[in-house]
């Protein structure tokens, strides 16, 4: 009795899938034997994209898989939101990052509601490490929904790296988020200025605030750019600012008082301990003591590194 034909007619469709398969395999990058297929064989391997439209190449799984969704999302309008956190997951997974030139996959925004929607997303999707520099932040009631939002990924695992301006930290709300952000293990330091809002998610994808949109003084618009490449020059920016930063102690910037404010403007004018107390009214005991805190609290090596920091810090600006 002869053997049966795995390719016969009444080949099902399990026996297809098999055969496609073994014959894949058996193909490796060579797209000459694919006529010697039968029918079936190769319309199936044609329809999951694992070799190209003249059927004559073979194409790897991993550019298959792109090609799918990529398909699925030209077809399937009413998934979108759906596909492109799909989008978003095989980008994120090294293994499947296309090699050699790089479209870059830009999201534009001049709505903060719906950034924040794509934001919340990219949160969820984060594994290991969000870098964010801050120039500024939102109304107070909306930082306290971010709070809770953030706190939930520090309790998670997620590493969390925030360089924030002075100026930032001293704004409405700003210093219970940053304290309270700060205590839950995310490591904050702050300078005097940061050149970018941004947020790196994983070293794969950045947000970035690029300004007003043109025209219109309000909002202003982002971008988020799906890109391992530039996601790596954005993280060096911020490693940059970051070496420079201060650490962020236990006392927000805008606890600082007036009077310790004049101290330390007195102290990077160089001013004598003499001159100091005479202009605050005190002892120089009691000065001394005053200034002990002051250096101590700035993390300084001297009185007049704690002057220099001070005015790194916008300590010297005024409230």
């Not at 909306?142 to 360089?163: C, F, H, P, Q």
């Not at 805190?293 to 916008?314: H, I, M, N, T």
Request: with cysteine; aromatic share 4%.
């Amino acid at each position: 009795m002869p053997a049966e034909d795995p390719y016969g007619d009444d080949a099902g469709p399990e026996r297809v899938e098999a055969a496609a398969g073994a014959a894949y395999r058996e193909l490796g990058g060579a797209g000459e034997a694919l006529d010697e297929l039968p029918g079936e064989v190769r319309e199936w391997l044609a329809v999951r994209r694992l070799v190209d439209g003249d059927r004559r190449h073979v194409n790897s799984p991993e550019r298959a898989l792109h090609e799918l969704v990529a398909d699925q999302r030209r077809g399937l309008g009413e998934l979108h939101r759906g596909l492109e956190a799909l989008h978003d997951v095989l980008r994120l997974m090294p293994g499947l990052r296309p090699t050699g030139r790089e479209v870059v996959e830009a999201e534009f925004f001049a709505e903060r509601a719906r950034l924040k929607e794509r934001m919340d997303d990219l949160d969820t999707l984060c594994r290991a490490e969000i870098l964010g520099m801050r120039g500024s932040f939102p109304d107070p009631e909306s930082l306290e929904k971010s709070l809770g939002e953030d706190l939930v990924m520090l309790a998670r695992g997620v590493e969390i790296r925030l360089l924030v301006s002075t100026r930032a930290a001293r704004l409405p709300g700003a210093a219970r988020y940053v304290s309270r952000m700060h205590e839950q293990g995310a490591r904050i330091r702050l300078a005097p200025a940061v050149p970018l809002h941004l947020n790196v998610v994983d070293r794969a994808v950045t947000v970035l605030s690029l300004g007003p949109a043109e025209g219109r003084a309000e909002p202003a618009e982002d971008v988020v750019l799906h890109s391992p490449r530039l996601a790596s020059c954005f993280a060096l920016v911020f490693e940059h600012h970051w070496s420079t930063g201060l650490h962020y102690g236990a006392d927000p910037a805008e606890e600082w008082t007036p009077r310790e404010r004049e101290v330390l403007a007195l102290l990077a004018a160089g001013a004598k301990d003499e001159a100091i107390a005479r202009r605050l009214g005190c002892s120089e005991r009691t000065l001394r003591r005053i200034l002990a805190d002051l250096v101590a609290r700035l993390g300084a090596e001297s009185r007049f590194a704690a002057g220099v920091r001070a005015a790194r810090l916008g300590l010297l600006d005024g409230p």
